[in-house]
């Protein structure tokens, strides 16, 4: 996965992250990284199986250029997704050397959103960035 916000640049490769505040400790939650997502000139850009998608911060998604229809439920959905994230990304990659138990609630998060936009939206019916083992 690589994660992109602003410039700055975080690639995790598709690896389960296991880190807990000291070496002894058992992890505070595991996670596996899935799929690109970065954040440019305010869109949401995710990329998975060779197709890209685009999120503006009014919800309308695209399918490399094309506009994607939506009814106004499904953009709502993409809109709280793309608040979700501009608050999610910056403090994801502040914390990608440190995983506690804030990270793990904002990955939980993340998930029940994506999981919600995949029974929703068809087009990304396969979208995830993140899972909890």
């Known amino acids: ?64 250029i094309h506009k994607v229809k939506l009814s106004d439920d499904q953009s709502a959905l993409l809109a709280d997704y793309h608040r979700l994230m501009l608050d999610d990304l910056p403090y994801t990659l502040s914390h990608s050397q440190l995983i506690d138990q804030e990270l793990c609630d904002r990955v939980a998060m993340r998930q029940a959103k994506e999981s919600e936009i995949q029974s929703q939206i068809p087009a990304l019916k396969r979208w995830q960035s993140v899972t909890l083992d």
């Open 1 to 64: 996965m690589l994660l992109r916000v602003c410039g700055v640049k975080l690639a995790v490769a598709g690896f389960a992250l296991s880190l807990g505040v000291q070496a002894n400790e058992a992890p505070v939650c595991q996670m596996e990284w899935h799929n690109s997502l970065s954040m440019q000139d305010g869109a949401l850009n995710l990329e998975f199986g060779g197709e890209s998608f685009m999120i503006k911060p009014s919800g309308q998604l695209y399918f490399g």
